[in-house]
């Protein structure tokens, strides 16, 4: 499904919805509201239709990543709403993504995490609520600093024990719970 209608605006305005009730509103991660608030996001819409155009975009937005200061940017959410929108193509993409990092010598300095539409875990149903916290509005490649990460996890000495307490507190808002948050998400 392609987004032609929605401005970057809109896109990136949607995106930061999800973010502020999803991630952080049901505390998904609790190391993006620092950065959120502080406005160290950098929101990037990639206008890519082929999984070729999305790599250099890929590309492109991780060399600006790795040369920033992670004062000015500290992470960035590379959305590509016409791009990958099956999520099958788009995790096999993630391999690609990898094999980026590598080729830029930045495996290990930088990772890039995953969020879809139709994120699924492996062993799950499609409707698992489970899925619902990989679940963005729009396909999204996250791309994070190793060194923020390493730093978030001493702060944050339970960090191990986010994907148990993501997936409990989603089963206890329940798709109810997330269908009031976003209609538009849930299929019907």
């Known amino acids: 499904m392609t987004h032609p209608a929605l401005t970057s605006?809109?896109?990136?305005a949607s995106t930061q919805d999800w973010l502020e009730k999803a991630v952080i509103g049901l505390n998904l991660c609790p190391f993006a509201k620092a950065v959120h608030i502080k406005q160290q996001i950098r929101y990037f819409?990639?206008?890519?239709?082929t999984p070729e155009e999305l790599l250099q975009d890929l590309i492109r937005e991780l060399e600006v990543l790795a040369e920033a200061n992670a004062d000015k940017i500290e992470t960035t959410l590379l959305i590509h709403p016409n791009a990958l929108s099956d999520f099958l193509d788009y995790n096999e993409f993630l391999d690609i993504a990898d094999a980026a990092l590598e080729d830029l010598d930045l495996d290990g300095i930088l990772q890039v995490a995953s969020f879809h539409p139709d994120y699924q875990f492996a062993d799950t149903e499609p409707d698992d609520i489970e899925n619902f916290t990989n679940r963005s509005p729009f396909p999204t490649l996250h791309l994070l600093r190793e060194e923020s990460i390493d730093r978030a996890v001493q702060a944050f000495p339970e960090a191990d024990d986010i994907y148990e307490k993501n997936m409990q507190t989603l089963r206890e808002l329940g798709l109810d719970g997330w269908k009031k948050l976003f209609p538009?998400?849930?299929k019907a």
Not at 45 to 49: F, K
């Open 9 to 12: 605006e809109e896109i990136i």
């Open 184 to 186: 538009a998400q849930v």
């Open 45 to 49: 819409v990639s206008l890519a239709t």
